[in-house]
């Protein structure tokens, strides 16, 4: 399977708690992006890497979400401190293009479901 | 403030008919709209994507009619299929910023009847 797979497909846990979600882009795709979608939304942008480097940060990122993608390559999403309006699905995309090129199409997992307790 | 906005929320169609739906937008500096399909449990797919500079674009049964002066862009299905039933997000980004975020719509649910 060459798509972008992410793991845990599911996770539950109780309020208070950590959890980290990890990101398998495409192989040859050098952005990596994550979204949140809630039940009847459509997915809202968190984060955004070229490479290894974190570009852009959503509103939505608050200090209890971090990111990381080191050497570039998959990428793992952190919650801290989870709080009940956590409870959504996080989405992963990826796409390939050169620093100052434009957007290319978005490639999206399968998500990692997320409930908290 | 809801930057892409969907409608309708939902439809329901029959086998063969021409679902359509429409997306409008309010940030001119927007030139890139891609569909996405999704079923339930799965991420979103890429069905189809057009940019401001042409009209109306079409991929197998799927076809986005673009209306600039209107910041309006819409979605045809042609011959529906019961397999077509999913939810459907158009979105917009800002192609000549690298890596910028799309911006989605909040989804229509379609249903196709057999």
């Known amino acids: 399977d060459t798509g972008v797979s992410q793991n845990p497909r599911h996770k539950i846990t109780k309020r208070g708690q950590n959890v980290t979600f990890r990101c398998d882009p495409i192989?040859?795709?050098?952005?990596l992006y994550w979204y949140r979608q809630t039940l009847g939304q459509g997915p809202e942008f968190l984060t955004y890497?070229?490479?290894?480097?974190?570009?852009?940060k959503s509103r939505l990122l608050s200090d209890r979400f971090s990111a990381e993608r080191p050497k570039g390559s998959f990428s793992t999403l952190e919650i801290q401190r989870t709080e009940q309006g956590d409870s959504a699905m996080y989405l992963c995309?990826?796409?390939?293009?050169?620093?100052?090129?434009?957007?290319?199409?978005?490639?999206f997992g399968d998500g990692t479901r997320l409930s908290i307790l | 403030q809801q930057q892409v906005k969907q409608s309708p929320q939902s439809l329901i169609v029959q086998k063969g008919g021409i679902p359509i739906i429409n997306c409008a937008y309010e940030?001119?500096?927007?030139?890139?709209f891609p569909w996405y399909q999704q079923f339930p449990g799965k991420g979103p797919a890429l069905l189809i994507a057009?940019?401001?500079?042409?009209s109306e674009k079409k991929e197998g049964r799927f076809t986005i009619s673009f209306n600039k002066s209107a910041k309006q862009f819409s979605l045809h299905i042609m011959d529906s299929q019961p397999g077509d039933s999913a939810t459907y997000f158009c979105?917009?980004?800002?192609?000549?910023?690298?890596?910028?975020?799309?911006?989605f719509g909040k989804g229509t649910t379609l249903s196709v009847s057999s």
């Open positions: 192989s040859e795709h050098n952005r």
């Open positions: 995309a990826s796409s390939f293009g050169g620093r100052y090129e434009g957007n290319q199409p978005q490639h």
């Open positions: 057009i940019r401001p500079d042409v």
């Open positions: 890497f070229q490479n290894e480097a974190q570009l852009e």
């Open positions: 979105a917009a980004s800002i192609r000549s910023q690298a890596g910028t975020a799309l911006i």
């Open positions: 940030n001119t500096a927007f030139d890139y």
